[in-house]
């Protein structure tokens, strides 16, 4: 379900909000990382939720969110350094994390094993742990992550999200066919945070990191720490990249050099929109993604890259080729309305990347060549400010 407006919402009004929720980081209760890793799942779930017109969801699925959450914690839960797993619950404590660590070092998966490619091999023990991560989730964090400061003097504000239980539910009803996990999104709500996901998840990513810095004592690197926990896991896309120089015909695919050396390239940057499925990614000679870097594409390359995965056309027959081949996970339409929801969600004149050291402000009326239904309107009058 999406909410009929579309665009950006008022300026003014997504400032309040992102205070709003700068303040729920500041005074809210964080004994485990949960709260965190349910905002972030929140923030991808209302991009990747972004329908044709570009209006933002209304609801959102509880059991969903637990499912990324897991997804985010899967990779958390791989050992930081020989003394194991990165603590994140008060010690002592079984959480989430632990029992993932558990779990993996039980069926002894290999430390970059994507999760989609584990669950293949074991997939009784991981969908048992996920539905009990989701049970989870849906009991306590989606409960209280709307709460500010803690104990007696704790104050309910719901500004993001009605739910229809509490933390009373058991975990068996929450799996239960006719238990409604939505999340209803308060009016307004999902525009303020597809305009503000780009700057919101650092925030997020950046208190979740202190706080593992704070349960793990001691000298932390935090850049070693932050690619740990957020990074992209660079070393397991490394059999992506000749088949998809093969499907490039051997070019980078902006600027189009036929001389490496040849990165994988997530073309939606992993730090705006973390998504590893097969078509985000493309391959760029090293100069070119060291350029990019966290920038959106400019239009023309979301153009050809939009096309690459159109249904028809002969190169998403070969990337569904080599999604079969290499068992690589490919979900075209929502990796499409990820792209619709952060470009949408850009004001006019927002600089887009074009090449080493080339720039172009946005225009967003450039974007219906490649979303037809977009609905501008709003859109058009956010460019006021930068047209001035
Ligand atoms: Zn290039």
Redesign the pocket.
């Known amino acids: 379900m999406r909410d009929g407006r579309s665009g950006p919402p008022e300026e003014s009004s997504s400032i309040a909000f992102g205070e709003k929720l700068l303040a729920l980081l500041g005074t809210g209760s964080f004994t485990t990382s949960y709260k965190y890793a349910l905002l972030l799942a929140i923030l991808d779930a209302v991009v990747e939720g972004t329908g044709p017109d570009g209006s933002p969801p209304v609801s959102l699925s509880g059991r969903e969110l637990g499912r990324r959450v897991f997804a985010l914690y899967w990779r958390q839960a791989r050992p930081y350094t020989e003394h194991g797993t990165l603590r994140q619950g008060p010690a002592g404590q079984r959480d989430l994390v632990f029992k993932i660590a558990e779990l993996r070092g039980r069926l002894g998966v290999p430390e970059h094993l994507p999760l989609e490619v584990a669950r293949r091999q074991h997939p009784e023990e991981l969908d048992q742990l996920e539905r009990e991560v989701v049970a989870v989730v849906i009991r306590y964090p989606v409960v209280l992550l709307q709460r500010f400061g803690s104990g007696a003097a704790a104050i309910d504000d719901r500004f993001i999200y009605e739910v229809a239980w509490d933390d009373a539910v058991s975990p068996g009803r929450v799996h239960r066919p006719n238990f409604d996990d939505s999340l209803v999104l308060v009016h307004g709500a999902g525009a303020h945070l597809s305009a503000l996901s780009g700057l919101v998840r650092p925030v997020v990513e950046r208190e979740w990191l202190r706080h593992v810095a704070r349960r793990n004592e001691g000298d932390v690197d935090e850049l070693r720490l932050e690619a740990f926990l957020f990074g992209s896991d660079r070393s397991s896309l490394t059999s992506l990249r000749e088949p998809l120089l093969r499907i490039q015909r051997g070019h ?6 036929e001389r490496g050396p040849w990165e994988v390239d997530h073309f939606l940057p992993w730090s705006r929109w973390p998504d590893n499925r097969l078509d985000n990614l493309v391959v ?2 090293r ?3 060291n350029d990019k870097r966290a920038a959106l594409p400019a239009v023309q390359h979301l153009n050809r890259w939009s096309a690459r995965s159109a249904p028809t056309s002969s190169t998403s027959q070969q990337l569904a080729t080599v999604a079969d081949q290499l068992q690589w996970p490919r979900r075209a339409e929502r990796t499409a309305a990820g792209a619709r929801g952060l470009y949408h969600h850009q004001p006019a004149g927002t600089m887009l990347w074009v ?2 050291g080339v720039v172009e402000p946005l225009d967003p009326t450039r974007l219906t060549s490649v979303f037809p239904n977009l609905d501008l309107d709003v859109a058009a009058e956010g460019g006021s400010d930068y047209k001035r």
């Open positions: 980078c695919f902006y600027c189009q050099a760029a000679d100069g070119c993604n090449g080493r």
